[in-house]
Protein backbone atom coordinates (compact mmCIF):
# COMPACT_ATOMS: atom_id res chain seq x y z
CA UNK A 1 0.00 0.00 0.00
CA UNK A 2 2.51 2.25 0.96
CA UNK A 3 4.79 1.46 -1.97
CA UNK A 4 1.95 2.08 -4.37
CA UNK A 5 0.81 5.38 -2.40
CA UNK A 6 4.68 6.70 -2.90
CA UNK A 7 4.59 5.18 -7.04
CA UNK A 8 1.80 7.83 -7.37
CA UNK A 9 3.83 10.64 -6.76
CA UNK A 10 6.40 9.68 -9.86
CA UNK A 11 3.58 9.31 -12.98
CA UNK A 12 6.10 8.35 -15.57
CA UNK A 13 7.10 5.35 -13.56
CA UNK A 14 5.21 2.39 -13.89
CA UNK A 15 5.02 0.25 -10.48
CA UNK A 16 2.88 -2.58 -9.82
CA UNK A 17 3.37 -4.28 -5.99
CA UNK A 18 3.06 -8.07 -7.40
CA UNK A 19 3.37 -10.70 -5.32
CA UNK A 20 7.08 -11.45 -6.50
CA UNK A 21 7.67 -7.78 -5.55
CA UNK A 22 6.30 -7.95 -2.39
CA UNK A 23 7.97 -11.36 -1.81
CA UNK A 24 11.48 -9.94 -2.68
CA UNK A 25 11.17 -7.01 -0.61
CA UNK A 26 10.24 -8.81 2.36
CA UNK A 27 13.22 -11.29 1.83
CA UNK A 28 15.81 -8.07 1.18
CA UNK A 29 13.90 -6.31 4.69
CA UNK A 30 14.08 -9.78 6.72
CA UNK A 31 10.29 -9.84 6.82
CA UNK A 32 8.49 -12.55 8.07
CA UNK A 33 4.80 -13.93 9.08
CA UNK A 34 5.11 -14.71 12.99
CA UNK A 35 2.70 -15.11 15.64
CA UNK A 36 1.92 -12.10 17.74
CA UNK A 37 2.93 -13.13 21.64
CA UNK A 38 1.20 -10.10 22.99
CA UNK A 39 -1.18 -7.08 21.78
CA UNK A 40 -0.09 -3.57 23.47
CA UNK A 41 -1.64 -0.69 22.82
CA UNK A 42 -0.73 2.61 20.55
CA UNK A 43 0.18 4.15 23.71
CA UNK A 44 2.86 1.94 24.67
CA UNK A 45 4.31 1.73 21.45
CA UNK A 46 4.47 5.85 21.45
CA UNK A 47 5.69 5.83 25.05
CA UNK A 48 8.81 3.35 24.70
CA UNK A 49 11.14 7.08 23.93
CA UNK A 50 9.10 8.29 27.12
CA UNK A 51 10.35 4.89 29.28
CA UNK A 52 13.88 5.20 27.74
CA UNK A 53 14.31 7.96 29.11
CA UNK A 54 12.66 7.26 32.75
CA UNK A 55 14.79 3.92 32.72
CA UNK A 56 17.89 6.52 32.05
CA UNK A 57 16.88 9.14 34.33
CA UNK A 58 16.09 6.13 37.19
CA UNK A 59 19.62 4.49 36.45
CA UNK A 60 21.57 7.58 37.18
CA UNK A 61 19.66 8.04 40.08
CA UNK A 62 20.47 4.93 41.56
CA UNK A 63 24.15 5.23 40.93
CA UNK A 64 24.11 8.94 42.91
CA UNK A 65 22.22 7.43 45.76
CA UNK A 66 23.48 4.21 46.02
CA UNK A 67 27.14 4.86 46.27
CA UNK A 68 25.68 6.04 50.00
CA UNK A 69 25.14 2.66 51.21
CA UNK A 70 26.19 -0.48 51.86
CA UNK A 71 25.74 -3.10 49.38
CA UNK A 72 24.60 -5.70 51.37
CA UNK A 73 21.70 -3.54 52.23
CA UNK A 74 20.58 -3.30 48.61
CA UNK A 75 17.38 -5.38 47.49
CA UNK A 76 16.61 -6.16 44.39
CA UNK A 77 13.57 -9.09 44.38
CA UNK A 78 11.59 -10.40 41.33
CA UNK A 79 9.81 -13.23 39.98
CA UNK A 80 10.50 -16.19 37.29
CA UNK A 81 8.58 -18.32 36.24
CA UNK A 82 8.36 -21.47 34.14
CA UNK A 83 7.19 -24.94 33.00
CA UNK A 84 7.85 -28.42 33.76
CA UNK A 85 7.82 -28.87 29.80
CA UNK A 86 7.86 -26.36 27.42
CA UNK A 87 5.34 -27.16 24.50
CA UNK A 88 4.96 -25.31 21.22
CA UNK A 89 2.37 -23.71 20.03
CA UNK A 90 3.06 -24.98 16.24
CA UNK A 91 3.72 -27.99 14.07
CA UNK A 92 4.48 -29.35 11.19
CA UNK A 93 0.91 -30.79 9.28
CA UNK A 94 -0.69 -31.46 6.37
CA UNK A 95 -2.34 -28.23 4.69
CA UNK A 96 -6.11 -28.45 4.31
CA UNK A 97 -5.77 -30.61 7.63
CA UNK A 98 -8.75 -29.46 9.36
CA UNK A 99 -7.61 -30.65 12.82
CA UNK A 100 -3.79 -30.51 13.89
CA UNK A 101 -2.80 -32.07 17.36
CA UNK A 102 -0.05 -31.96 19.74
CA UNK A 103 1.04 -34.30 22.05
CA UNK A 104 3.93 -34.29 25.03
CA UNK A 105 5.63 -36.88 27.23
CA UNK A 106 4.44 -35.59 30.46
CA UNK A 107 1.16 -35.84 31.84
CA UNK A 108 -1.13 -33.19 31.19
CA UNK A 109 -1.06 -30.77 34.43
CA UNK A 110 2.78 -30.28 33.70
CA UNK A 111 1.87 -28.74 30.34
CA UNK A 112 -0.46 -26.50 31.67
CA UNK A 113 0.63 -25.42 35.14
CA UNK A 114 3.28 -22.69 35.64
CA UNK A 115 5.59 -22.63 38.32
CA UNK A 116 7.31 -19.20 40.36
CA UNK A 117 9.96 -18.51 42.40
CA UNK A 118 11.20 -15.15 43.73
CA UNK A 119 14.29 -14.50 45.36
CA UNK A 120 15.56 -11.60 47.32
CA UNK A 121 19.45 -10.44 46.08
CA UNK A 122 21.67 -7.75 47.61
CA UNK A 123 23.68 -5.69 45.30
CA UNK A 124 27.08 -7.97 46.85
CA UNK A 125 25.26 -10.85 45.30
CA UNK A 126 24.21 -12.85 48.16
CA UNK A 127 20.24 -14.38 48.69
CA UNK A 128 18.49 -12.71 51.27
CA UNK A 129 15.69 -14.79 53.31
CA UNK A 130 14.07 -17.21 52.23
CA UNK A 131 12.85 -18.05 48.15
CA UNK A 132 9.55 -17.42 47.71
CA UNK A 133 7.79 -21.04 45.55
CA UNK A 134 4.31 -20.99 43.87
CA UNK A 135 3.57 -24.02 42.37
CA UNK A 136 1.51 -25.48 39.89
CA UNK A 137 -0.56 -22.12 39.12
CA UNK A 138 -2.80 -22.74 35.53
CA UNK A 139 -1.86 -20.82 32.64
CA UNK A 140 -4.23 -20.03 29.12
CA UNK A 141 -2.77 -22.81 27.43
CA UNK A 142 -2.89 -24.30 23.60
CA UNK A 143 -4.46 -27.69 24.95
CA UNK A 144 -7.92 -25.80 26.37
Known amino acids: MFALQKALEYP???FAASDTWIFEWKKLCGITSRKIQKMVSFKLIRNNEDLIDAVTKFREEFKQKSSSYDPRFIYNTDQTGFR????GNRTLSYKGERRTLG???SPKNKMTHSYTVQYTIS???KIVGDVFICLQVKFQSILE
Open 12 to 14: NFK
Open 123 to 125: ADG
Open 84 to 87: YEVV
Open 103 to 105: SAL
